[in-house]
T-cell receptor, first 109, second 115 residues
C-alpha cells in the first residue's frame, strides 16, 4: 500500500464545474502540501496544511488529521486549471516529503 | 518572480558523459535543498537532501557516486549525473523550504535526455 494515495487518478470536467480531489495517507505527518504541476513541468505550491481549512481564490483545501485525509476543491473551474495536482506529506517532523501519484485534471471549455 | 532557478532547463548528452545541474535559491538562504526525479507520467521521487557545508543525505536506492551533490553555499546546490546512461533520462527538480519552512518552492526543472 502506498503511503500517499490520491483519487481520482484522472478527471475531466466542464468549465464551471466544482471539482474535488482527494488525498489519503497512512503515515504520521506534520504537514501536507497541495502542489500544481503544469504540462511544462513547473511546480507551484498551492497550500500547506497542518489542520483545518485554507482558501485562496477559487481553491479550498481541507485536512482531517484524525482520518488522515485531505481534499482540494476548485470552484468555478476553468481550462487554465488543467494540470496535475499532487498531494505531498511531510513525514513526522523531519524534512522528508512523500508524494502522491498525482491527479491529472482536464477542464474543457 | 521566481524563487528558485535551475540551469540548464534542457540538456541532451551522449551516454557516458557527466552532466551538472545547478539549483539556485534567489530570495532565500537555503541550508537545505531537495533534489527530485520525475519520470514521465509518474510522481516526484526524492533523490537526496542537500545540506549546505556537509554531505548530502541520499534516499534508499539512489547511488551517491552516480549522483554527486555539492551544496557549497546557502544559495547554490549542484547535482552531477556522472557517466550518464539512457535510463538516467528524466526530469530533475530541486526545491527549498522557506517561510519558516512552511512553504516549499520548486525550481522549474531540468529535462535530461541521454542518447
Amino acid at each position: 500500500k502506498n503511503e500517499v494515495e490520491q483519487s481520482p487518478q484522472n478527471l475531466t470536467a466542464q468549465e464551471g464545474e466544482f471539482i474535488t480531489i482527494n488525498c489519503s495517507y497512512s503515515v504520521g505527518i506534520s504537514a501536507l502540501h497541495w502542489l500544481q504541476q503544469h504540462p511544462g513541468g513547473g511546480i507551484v505550491s498551492l497550500f500547506m496544511l497542518s489542520s483545518g481549512k485554507k482558501k485562496h481564490g477559487r481553491l479550498i483545501a481541507t485536512i482531517n488529521i484524525q482520518e488522515k485525509h485531505s481534499s482540494l476543491h476548485i470552484t468555478a473551474s476553468h481550462p487554465r486549471d488543467s494540470a496535475v495536482y499532487i498531494c505531498a506529506v511531510r513525514v513526522g517532523y523531519g524534512q522528508n516529503f512523500v508524494f502522491g501519484p498525482g491527479t491529472r485534471l482536464s477542464v474543457l471549455p | 518572480g521566481a524563487v528558485v532557478s535551475q540551469h540548464p532547463s534542457w540538456v541532451i548528452c551522449k551516454s557516458g558523459t557527466s552532466v551538472k545541474i545547478e539549483c539556485r535559491s534567489l530570495d532565500f538562504q537555503a541550508t537545505t535543498m531537495f533534489w527530485y526525479r520525475q519520470f514521465p507520467k509518474q510522481s516526484l521521487m526524492l533523490m537526496a537532501t542537500s545540506n549546505e557545508g556537509s554531505k548530502a543525505t541520499y534516499e534508499q536506492g539512489v547511488e551517491k557516486d552516480k549522483f554527486l551533490i555539492n551544496h557549497a553555499s546557502l544559495t547554490l546546490s549542484t547535482l552531477t549525473v556522472t557517466s550518464a546512461h539512457p535510463e538516467d533520462s528524466s526530469f530533475y527538480i530541486c526545491s527549498i523550504l522557506a517561510g519558516g519552512e512552511e512553504t516549499q518552492y520548486f525550481g522549474p526543472g531540468t529535462r535530461l535526455l541521454v542518447l
